[in-house]
């Protein structure tokens, strides 16, 4: 194996916990829905091996995987970089999420038990300590785990995996982190919301609505942003 040069800042963030393609797959997902390296970034597959202690095989194929949840994109001859969205592939993706959130959302209100309620102001309680820091980035990627987090007890395994996709598919944008700082006040408050209509339970009505609202919010807070921020990162 061609030894690496200096490591980049992908690979520098991997906390590699096996070997497994499983094991790869997941730990390169976790750093790149983090954002820990910006769209366009090269995905060095040398130094990713020699991380994972690893051949080309696994880490290859853990990319393909990844390249079909639109984290990573491949040009022959240039190899995998990290996925590139514009502003029309974001609104995409939260109308996506607006649309299967609102199908979801009703049978994981019905079924939530008291674990799925605590999970929920746990990952709130984690994006206010963001906030509180300054932290926009741990914030945003924390908070898309908080919509992933109050679909789960729906029982609908394929709808949350699609959610899911759809949301860890907007991160390497970090798109919260062009938003004014009232801006994800505001968000996190909606976020408060959320948690309090999820723990009381009940009609599903008001839960729904308001995180259709909050889907629309962010994509055209985001809209007026984009101008301002040079377009694609």
């Known amino acids: 194996m061609r030894a ?5 800042a ?7 916990r096996g070997r497994r393609q499983a094991d790869i797959v997941a730990e390169l997902r976790r750093v790149l829905v983090a954002g820990r390296a910006g769209p366009g970034a090269l995905v060095p597959l040398d130094q990713i091996a020699q991380r994972f202690e690893v ?19 491949h040009t022959p001859g240039s190899g995998f970089r990290v996925a590139r969205l ?3 592939d974001l609104l995409e993706l939260y109308t996506v999420r607006r649309a299967l959130e609102a199908a979801a959302l009703g049978p994981a209100l ?44 729906s029982g609908m395994p394929r709808l949350c995996h699609m959610i899911a996709v759809a949301s860890n598919a907007i991160g390497p944008a970090l798109p919260m982190v062009r ?30 609505a308001l995180a259709a609202a909050h889907v629309e919010r ?8 984009w101008p301002s921020a040079g377009g694609t990162r």
């Open 10 to 16: 992908l690979v520098a963030a991997l906390e590699p």
């Open 86 to 88: 514009g502003l029309p």
């Open 179 to 208: 938003l004014p700082a009232d801006r994800v006040r505001a968000l996190h408050a909606d976020h408060a919301e959320l948690t309090a209509l999820f723990v009381a339970g009940g009609d599903p009505g008001p839960i729904q």
């Open 110 to 153: 019905e079924r939530a038990g008291e674990d799925d309620r605590a999970t929920a102001r746990v990952s709130l309680a984690r994006q206010s300590a963001a906030l509180a820091s300054g932290d926009v980035a741990a914030w945003d990627a924390e908070s898309r785990q908080f919509h992933t987090l109050l679909v789960a007890p």
């Open 218 to 225: 962010m994509a055209a807070w985001l809209t007026e942003a």
């Open 4 to 8: 690496p040069g200096r490591a980049s």
């Open 55 to 73: 051949s080309h095989i696994p880490v290859r194929e853990a990319l393909k995987t990844l390249q079909a949840e639109g984290l990573v994109e």
